[in-house]
């Protein structure tokens, strides 16, 4: 593959929706050829399993049909739109990638590593981040600055222990994958987290 593949992952809240924006907007001022897309989602099937996951009708889902559900949206969203890209020479920035599986259903949710891994590993077909971006920010600043959880959206809806763990899940992958899981400061005004975000892809020559 000739492309760079970015994720960026954090809490609900963190802005990752923003930086994303933010980010999308430099690459295009500054003739960056790229692709902007989410997990779940980013294909017409995926959005349908997205919508699935995150409805809160579907509260009482169990948690390993929630980890397979995640894993199946990641493999038709790369098979149907990362990968093609990335063959093309283009830079991919994603919306959450499979850092959000091990802090959701492993830490948070308390299924096996091995497991949630596995269903993974052969949804991505060994398509993994160049880089990945980590907003550092906790559940309850984050919640605070969005202002409060989205009633539509089950995961968001869990409680903010939950999100405590997720958040301790974040932490632990940050030292389990130190050279590719990037921390980045959000605590502060969006313009200074899109600017210690284009100089850590800057520092790790993904961008120019």
Not at 23 to 45: A, I, K, M, N, Q
Not at 181 to 194: L, R, Y
């Amino acid at each position: 593959m000739k492309g760079k593949f970015i994720t960026i992952e954090g809490c609900e809240g963190a802005g990752k929706s923003a930086q994303l924006r933010l980010l999308t907007e430099y690459l295009t001022e500054h003739g960056v050829e790229f692709v902007s897309t989410r997990e779940p989602g980013g294909t017409p099937v995926a959005e349908k399993i997205r919508a699935v996951i995150l409805d809160a009708d579907n509260k009482g889902m169990a948690d390993e049909c929630e980890a397979l559900l995640y894993a199946a949206a990641r493999a038709e969203h790369l098979k149907n739109k990362v990968i093609p890209a990335l063959n093309e020479g283009k830079l991919v920035i994603c919306d959450r990638f499979i850092d959000s599986s091990f802090a959701y259903q492993v830490y948070a949710r308390g299924l096996e590593f091995s497991i949630v891994e596995r269903a993974n590993f052969f949804a991505i077909e060994n398509c993994m981040p160049d880089a990945t971006l980590f907003l550092n920010i906790s559940p309850k600043d984050a919640f605070k600055r969005k202002g409060g959880a989205d009633k539509k959206d089950r995961i968001e809806l869990e409680g903010l222990e939950f999100h405590e763990r997720v958040y301790g899940g974040y932490l632990k992958l940050c030292e389990r994958y130190p050279e590719r899981i990037i921390k980045i400061d959000c605590s502060g005004e969006k313009a200074q987290t899109h600017a210690n975000i284009i100089a850590a892809l800057r520092e790790r020559g993904i961008i120019k």
